[in-house]
């Protein structure tokens, strides 16, 4: 029984045997590996292998255009089932891309409409000024493209439909039948899975392994969570599935690390060229084809069966429905929050909780804070760390509660000023948005990083920690200790006794307890009264 309380096993000898059925239930599947190891995409766009690989049975799939090889530009997400139109796939002709695994839904995206109307001038007869106007409109599809506005985060996804490395073989200075070939010695040797597809882009390579979801019939369909299951659909995206996808993912580039498999390519919303695409600065279109193991059709794993081919070890777990039950059950000394990997029970509890949250506002809002007085600081003198302060800016602001729209505004706004390319900005925003997942960033590595000079780092600290409100006693203490410093003055600086100050202290109305407190007094003043006439000094014994 496998860790998510299924029957699915995988046959250890011969890892290549792990196909699908023979009879396919996607038509674009069936149509694909029908045509064994032809070659799509030599005469343009072809969206064959994409209907292939989103072969489930609902969804979205993003579509996006890079332009000139650096500006990502969304044409919109097409729903599983709508044909490609030919505007569709001219719009992909170049530098198009596709995501490889399938979006739950759409979203609207907020966009601002300049408009310039003539309004009358105020105390002016007859006077008129061209006023510019912004609105902010809510849309839901592309004016262009017609398509809805994709929602694809790793969040957001309903299908993870392939495993896949993206090979750089090219800084390994390898063709592109070098790392084919050392690829499948790997597949022979039981190193890796035999992969599904292959893909050439420009220099480098592409290998997927088609994923399946564990609970799929043997034969005919099945009904699951209101939605129909063939032999052949796609791994439902459950948290738990994502979370092992990322185990694979991150198992895959280790193993083809040598060949140059980029190793931060390995999120579930990752997109892969279009068949067909001419990318820029590359001769040749990218193609795509399948690999088909004996006449049985391709490889087809589920996440389980390709984290057991990878050699990954795997945790076992309860049932996902007692666990479930298990997570709901309260306890005194606070909330089970989860499991540790020797079982126990870990909890958090509720006050700290609410603390620590307040704190992290805190904490994120005093970033901004730092970064806006440097911004300022600086005023458009930046000669470096223009993408690093754009990053720490996304960054911060996400994390401080900002909206994602308000996010891009800031940022954007910051990179026209300062002559940051629009493509470096979107990029720093993308990056601090995924770092806010994930990671810590501590203020003196964001100082360093940002090169801030001490003067620069004296107005970032002033207010940063401030005196305490004196309190009551305070307040006493230190009037006492002017009041003593008053009477030193007016006894021509001569330091009298503690017993004396005593009496000075008591006569003047000034609270001073005994000789005692007038000694620590001195001793904080850094005073030391005169010796008494006619006492000899006391010598060392």
Request: proline share 6%; with cysteine; aromatic share 8%.
């Amino acid at each position: 029984m496998d860790k998510n309380g299924t029957k699915a096993t995988l046959n250890q000898t011969s890892l290549n045997t792990q196909t699908a059925p023979a009879a396919f239930q996607s038509p674009a599947l069936r149509e694909l590996f029908t045509l064994g190891a032809s070659v799509q995409g030599t005469d343009g766009p072809d969206d064959l292998p994409i209907r292939a690989i989103h072969r489930g049975p609902s969804g979205y799939i993003p579509l996006v255009v890079k332009k000139d090889g650096i500006d990502w530009q969304e044409l919109g997400a097409i729903q599983i089932g709508q044909p490609f139109l030919p505007t569709i796939l001219a719009a992909l002709a170049n530098d198009g891309y596709f995501a490889l695994n399938t979006s739950y839904g759409t979203r609207p995206r907020v966009n601002k409409v300049s408009r310039e109307t003539w309004q009358p001038i105020e105390g002016e007869r007859g006077g008129e000024q061209l006023v510019t106007t912004e609105k902010t409109r809510l849309s839901w599809t592309n004016h262009r493209t017609k398509l809805a506005w994709a929602n694809h985060t790793t969040d957001t996804l309903r299908w993870l439909n392939v495993a896949y490395a993206d090979i750089d073989c090219y800084k390994h200075e390898l063709t592109i039948g070098d790392a084919l070939g050392a690829i499948v010695d790997m597949q022979d040797a039981g190193q890796i899975p035999a992969a599904s597809m292959f893909l050439r882009s420009g220099r480098g390579l592409w290998a997927l392994w088609f994923l399946i979801d564990h609970q799929n019939p043997a034969s005919g369909e099945k009904v699951i969570y209101r939605q129909t299951h063939h032999p052949d659909t796609p791994a439902r995206a459950w948290p738990r599935t994502v979370a092992l996808y990322a185990r694979v993912q991150n198992a895959i580039v280790r193993k083809l690390a040598h060949l140059g498999a980029d190793l931060a390519a390995a999120d579930a919303a990752r997109y892969c060229p279009v068949p067909g695409t001419r990318k820029t600065g590359a001769t040749e279109r990218v193609l795509y084809w399948a690999q088909s193991i004996g006449n049985s059709g391709p490889p087809l794993y589920t996440l389980t069966q390709l984290a057991t081919g990878l050699q990954l070890e795997l945790q076992a777990r309860e049932h996902p429905v007692i666990e479930a039950a298990l997570k709901e059950y309260p306890r005194e000394e606070g909330v089970i929050v989860g499991y540790s990997r020797s079982g126990s029970v870990t909890t958090k509890n509720p006050r700290r909780q609410k603390a620590a949250i307040k704190g992290w506002k805190v904490r994120w809002n005093n970033a901004v804070r730092d970064l806006e007085i440097l911004k300022r600081l600086r005023q458009g003198l930046w000669t470096t760390s223009r993408n690093v302060f754009a990053f720490y800016y996304a960054a911060a602001l996400k994390r401080a509660g900002m909206s994602t729209a308000d996010v891009e505004e800031r940022v954007l706004t910051f990179a026209m000023h300062v002559g940051l390319k629009k493509h470096e900005a979107k990029s720093a925003i993308k990056q601090g948005k995924e770092k806010t997942k994930f990671s810590h960033i501590r203020r003196d590595v964001m100082l360093e990083q940002l090169e801030v000079t001490p003067a620069e780092r004296f107005h970032l600290d002033i207010g940063r920690k401030r005196e305490p409100a004196p309190t009551a006693g305070k307040a006493s203490i230190q009037g006492r200790r002017d009041a003593i410093l008053e009477a030193i003055v007016a006894n021509r600086g001569k330091v009298p006794s503690v017993r004396d100050m005593a009496d000075i202290l008591t006569r003047q109305g000034v609270p001073c307890g005994n000789h005692s407190t007038v000694h620590r007094d001195y001793q904080a003043l850094g005073l030391k009264p005169l010796s008494k006439a006619g006492r000899p000094p006391k010598l060392p014994l």
